[in-house]
């Protein structure tokens, strides 16, 4: 979150550009074409652009799509840029004629009158004046869209989930954070331009388990990061933006808005679609692992019910590989002979059960036409907290994937 460009929206997954900057470079070719199918805000497409070698991603969730193109479309004017700064802020400092935003209730929680009542200025100064279709607009937007947690008394947990019971001791002002973040995008741009970073990545609002896109490309390399079977709720972690830019109107509308398009990670969206375990096992797709998967989510099945939330771990499980076979089953079409992959991935223990995450989407990937796999841990996972509820070991690491 310190790297130019990147560092305009924080998001909560991802890996380190250094890291895919240095993959990249091993492989010294600068005819290397890579994907991202997980593209997220565009770590990877980012990273190859600075490599200047050509990229691809895919992105379903529409929020965090917007913010990834932006990312990689900086062929703006810098003057023309100010001139817009400039203009929002004068027209958002002399118009107090809304109040909309405090009528929200988790707006209203998560500022002060009068943050939210600026904040409400600004936007609505850049409902007035933003061109359609302008790259420069758009900047702009996210130049917005970046301060609403500095500028937000609420908490933050670890993932990014709102927390308006904890309060931060620190919050920005929100004209002055604005011009600051501004101020940064412009430099990054800069810095971009000095380094003669490519415009050599395009982003595709698909789907990777069935992706439409305009090219005949195929591609050499794959470096990506799926969601985590965690039960982490990726439309969730951007809620607060949504809500401030009117794109939903609370909790409830992440299920048709964002959710639906996203892989299966979270057991929100399995309930929702009210999955059925059997009809998910019966695909093709999971043969290789169908006998450890069903059993695990058997297991699931009966633990559900002796727990308070009954949280549906067992279709979304299942749910998930099936997403994650049918990613392989594309990605095969998609890559030349002799490409590799590399999954950053995590294994999972919901509700204690340990699902080897590794193991399976390699055993996938193999099904898929890839000749081989093999995992390398990084890091363990769910050691060192204190009073933690799961205490099941996990572990992190890059899945590679050859052929």
């Known amino acids: 979150m310190k790297l130019p460009v990147h560092r305009w929206f924080r998001y909560s997954a991802g890996f380190s550009a250094e890291w895919v900057e240095e993959l990249i470079k091993k492989h010294q ?9 997980f593209a997220g805000s565009g770590t990877t497409l980012v990273a190859a652009e600075s490599c200047g070698v050509s990229c691809a991603g895919f992105e379903t969730h529409p929020f965090i799509y917007r913010v990834a193109k932006i990312k990689i479309n900086r062929n ?22 809304r109040k909309k935003l405090d009528q929200i209730p988790l707006l209203k929680k998560c500022y002060s009158k009068e943050n939210l009542d600026h904040l ?15 790259d420069e607009w758009e900047l702009l937007w996210l130049g917005i869209t970046g301060i609403l947690r500095r500028c937000s008394s609420a908490g933050t947990a670890q993932w990014q989930y709102v927390l308006p019971k904890k309060k931060k001791a620190k919050v ?11 101020e940064m995008i412009i430099s990054d ?20 388990r069935n992706p439409e896109i305009d090219s005949e490309d195929q591609f050499d390399l794959v470096i990506t990061s799926p969601p985590y079977p965690n039960n982490y709720d990726y439309a ?5 933006e949504m809500t401030f830019w009117g794109d939903i109107q609370g909790w409830k509308d992440l299920q048709p808005a964002v959710r639906q398009y996203l892989i299966h990670s979270c057991s929100q969206h399995a309930a929702a679609e009210k999955l059925k375990l059997e009809d998910l096992l019966d695909q093709k797709f999971l043969e290789p692992v169908y006998d450890e998967l069903t059993e695990a989510c058997r297991e699931l099945e009966k633990i559900r019910l002796t727990k308070g939330g009954k949280k549906t771990y067992h279709t979304m499980a299942a749910a998930y590989f099936l997403d994650l076979a049918k990613v392989f089953h594309s990605l095969r079409k998609l890559c030349r002979n002799g490409a590799r992959l590399c999954f950053v991935v995590g294994d999972s223990a919901p509700y204690g059960v340990y699902l080897p995450v590794d193991k399976w989407l390699g055993k996938l990937a193999l099904q898929a036409g890839f000749n081989t796999y093999r995992f390398e841990k990084i890091r363990d996972r769910n050691v060192k907290w204190k009073n ?12 590679w994937i050859e052929g």
């Open 76 to 97: 703006i004017a810098i003057e023309g840029l100010r001139e817009k700064i400039e203009a929002i802020l004068m027209l958002a400092k002399n118009d107090d004629s």
């Open 172 to 182: 920005a002002d929100v004209f002055a954070a604005f011009q600051q973040n501004m």
């Open 388 to 399: 933690r509820k799961h205490t099941v070991p996990l572990h992190e690491g890059r899945l």
């Open 120 to 134: 409400e200025r600004l936007r609505e100064a850049y409902r007035i004046l933003a061109q359609p279709d302008d």
């Open 29 to 37: 070719a600068r005819s290397l074409k890579i994907l991202d199918p």
């Open 189 to 208: 741009i800069q810095y971009a331009h000095y380094h003669n970073w490519t415009n050599s990545a395009s982003i595709y609002s698909t789907d990777a």
């Open 236 to 240: 969730d972690a951007t809620r607060l």
